[in-house]
């Protein structure tokens, strides 16, 4: 019941930045955890970064690390993710996901992020 909408997504040369957003809408009880997932062709979808509502505490994956931040403004039921010093390999479909505790978990549709040499 809670639905997640994507935006911010593109194409960006290598060392350059994006940013993208998810709002969060409908049914929500209480998010206690969110995050970002992405996905290339052929391999699985990987856990990017998760944020711990309850704690405010954050984890990312080692190949971000330093270069991605994941952030929400409670005020506007939004999470960024802040991508820099993009590299090819960061090419992919970028999922948000969002648990609640009531409804549980929700995924967003998907955003293409293409990152050239």
């Known amino acids: 019941q809670v639905q997640l909408v994507e935006s911010g997504g593109g194409l960006v040369q290598a060392g350059g930045s994006l940013r993208l957003s998810c709002v969060a809408s409908?049914?929500?009880?209480?998010?206690?955890?969110m995050g970002w997932y992405r996905q290339s062709p052929g391999k699985q979808r990987e856990l990017v970064a998760a944020?711990?509502?309850?704690?405010?505490?954050?984890n990312y994956a080692d190949s971000v690390k330093g270069r991605f931040t994941i952030s929400r403004d409670n005020a506007k039921n939004t999470m960024y993710l802040q991508m820099n010093s993009l590299k090819p390999e960061d090419t992919a479909v970028y999922y948000c996901?969002?648990?609640?505790?009531?409804?549980?978990?929700?995924w967003g549709q998907g955003t293409q992020v293409t990152v050239s040499s």
């Open positions: 944020l711990n509502t309850n704690g405010g505490s954050t």
């Open positions: 996901f969002a648990r609640d505790i009531r409804y549980g978990g929700s």
């Open positions: 409908g049914s929500i009880f209480s998010i206690n955890g």
